[in-house]
């Protein structure tokens, strides 16, 4: 049988594999320190391209840093609205909400490695870019929650300040199982401290009534 040679590697493949090397490489440095530390010339070593060949595909380290960022969320942000939209009971977001945030955070641990750290010690650009980001989660759940049957005339204030406790308790459930030993049963803890936390949040949302 006569195989069919291998089709070279189109510029434009070339470009996306070197961008996502740099991606990555930037990630692995990053591990251990904060994104402020990092320079250029770090992350062209560790890719093996010359430092001017990082313009070709960023403008700083602070615009790799927010790719990063969007990468980060833009999936997470995804699969959360689907939970909301599948689920109507607002217990069952709590806890589909949770089991989706576990699986991403394992997914892609180096990328909320990235998050909790810059979140507090990253440039100011990247810190910002992390609060849009938390900001939108909020929002989207704020404007998902009024769907839902369980919740009453609230006012929009309110709805803000319920999705700002769910959404925060979220952020500091993924940190930690960060900073947690990689054990089953220190995992399992944490997202059952979570879920009794939302639970509580739960059982006061649904008694409350927005004043008017």
Excluded at 81 to 107: F, K
Excluded at 154 to 174: F, G, P
Aim: glycine share 4%; charged share 30%.
């Amino acid at each position: 049988m006569v195989e069919t040679p291998a089709r070279p590697e189109s510029r434009g493949e070339r470009k996306e594999r070197t961008r996502r090397a740099i991606l990555d490489a930037a990630l692995a440095l990053c591990e251990d320190s904060s994104l402020v530390a990092l320079s250029l010339r770090q992350v062209a070593k560790e890719v093996g391209i010359v430092p001017t060949a990082f313009y070709r595909h960023f403008e700083s380290i602070e615009a790799l840093g927010l790719e990063l960022v969007d990468e980060s969320f833009v999936s997470l942000r995804a699969m959360l609205r689907d939970v909301r939209r599948r689920d109507p009971a607002l217990e069952d977001v709590i806890d589909g909400s949770i089991r989706i945030l576990v699986e991403h955070v394992h997914q892609q641990r180096a990328h909320f490695h990235f998050i909790a750290r810059e979140r507090a010690a990253g440039p100011p650009t990247v810190r910002g870019a992390i609060r849009h980001e938390i900001e939108l989660c909020e929002r989207e759940l704020a404007a998902d929650l009024t769907r839902l049957p369980d919740i009453g005339p609230w006012s929009a204030e309110d709805l803000r300040v319920l999705s700002n406790l769910i959404v925060m308790a979220m952020v500091a459930t993924a940190e930690a199982i960060l900073s947690a030993p990689r054990r089953p049963d220190a995992e399992k803890q944490i997202v059952e401290t979570a879920r009794t936390q939302l639970r509580m949040v739960l059982i006061g949302a649904l008694n409350w009534r927005s004043r008017s």
